[in-house]
């Protein structure tokens, strides 16, 4: 069963260093989300993106982010310049076109210093 | 605003028991409403969802869930659980679209012998 990968499980930078977190959607999805969930707080949503383009951000999602599908199967979350509370578990999900439904990854684990 | 509550933030049931995790949405539209497992270092896998049509869905492993516009719920339940049920379960509401799903806090289930 295809499923969305997500590289690595666990990052662990400096306080100011950048960051990218990657994710490989299913291969015939075409929407693509990031969610972030901070240590005994909930999943909140960050972005969407659609036809290469955002299509939907959160007030999280300050100029500190950015998303990008850099070739045909990759999407990344960078983060620029990464505070202590950007430590926490970001999730990436695929969804099929017409679907209602989004497929989640196993998470990326970010740990700043 | 859309949002859910879930009403438990730990359940434990023995092996064989019934499961009822309990979650509530608030909703200004007609939501549509989706309970994701979470297994350790795993992603988020999809039990089921509810989209406005049969408001008894079932969903995979024996899960099934019951959309109660009058009660605005959305209760997770399985006749017996089993010892590899045992996880994190998300209720999870969006309206519109998927762009902007609002996930609950989380209930970790716990199967004892």
């Known amino acids: 069963e295809p499923e969305v990968t997500q590289t690595p499980s666990h990052q662990v930078t400096q306080m100011g260093q950048e960051v990218i977190l990657r994710c490989v959607p299913i291969?015939?999805?075409?929407?693509f989300y990031w969610y972030r969930q901070i240590l005994g707080q909930k999943v909140e949503f960050l972005v969407s993106?659609?036809?290469?383009?955002?299509?939907?951000k959160s007030e999280i999602f300050d100029d500190q982010f950015s998303v990008e599908r850099p070739d045909g199967s990759n999407f990344t979350l960078k983060i620029r310049s990464t505070k202590l509370e950007d430590s926490a578990m970001y999730f990436c999900?695929?969804?099929?076109?017409?679907?209602?439904?989004?497929?989640f990854g196993p998470g990326t684990r970010l740990t700043v210093l | 605003a859309q949002s859910v509550t879930q009403l438990d933030s730990h359940v434990s049931v023995s092996e064989g028991t019934p499961v009822l995790l309990r979650c509530n949405y608030s909703?200004?539209?007609?939501?549509?409403l989706f309970w994701y497992v979470q297994h350790p270092n795993k992603g988020l896998q999809l039990l089921l969802k509810?989209?406005?049509?049969?408001?008894l869905v079932k969903g995979i492993n024996g899960f099934e869930a019951e959309f109660k516009k009058s009660e605005t719920s959305f209760h997770l339940t399985k006749p017996s659980a089993h010892m590899s049920d045992a996880a994190e379960y998300f209720c999870v509401v969006s309206v519109f679209n998927n762009n902007d799903m609002r996930f609950g806090a989380g209930t970790r289930l716990t199967v004892k012998p």
């Open positions: 509810y989209t406005s049509a049969a408001t």
């Open positions: 999900a695929s969804e099929q076109v017409g679907a209602d439904t989004q497929y």
């Open positions: 291969s015939n999805h075409l929407y």
């Open positions: 993106f659609y036809n290469n383009e955002i299509s939907e």
């Open positions: 909703s200004s539209y007609s939501p549509s």
